[in-house]
């Protein structure tokens, strides 16, 4: 079966087709990208298919898209009072 492991960051994405074996998991992914791409999962805080979290032990299905997630860069309540402060000139 064929998914796509796919990591983002701030202006660039990368992706990579993977060919694994039918009832393959998250981990078996995983393994698969650290032997083409050990330098994608630097960083990585978790895992989600299609907007999902799942875990390591998580079943995927042909076509499925693995993201690999990174941890936020920046803490939203802060980010907001930021530009709430800005909008109104303070």
Known sequence: MGIRAVRAWPGRHEDWAL????????????????????????GIAGQAVYGVRVQ???????GDRLELLTGLQADPKDAR?????????A
């Open 19 to 42: 060919q694994l074996q039918d009832g393959a998991c998250v981990a078996d992914a995983l393994a698969m990208l650290r032997q083409l791409a050990p330098a994608a999962l630097e």
């Open 56 to 62: 390591p032990d998580a079943r995927l299905r042909d």
């Open 81 to 89: 009072r930021r530009r709430a402060a800005a909008s109104r000139g």
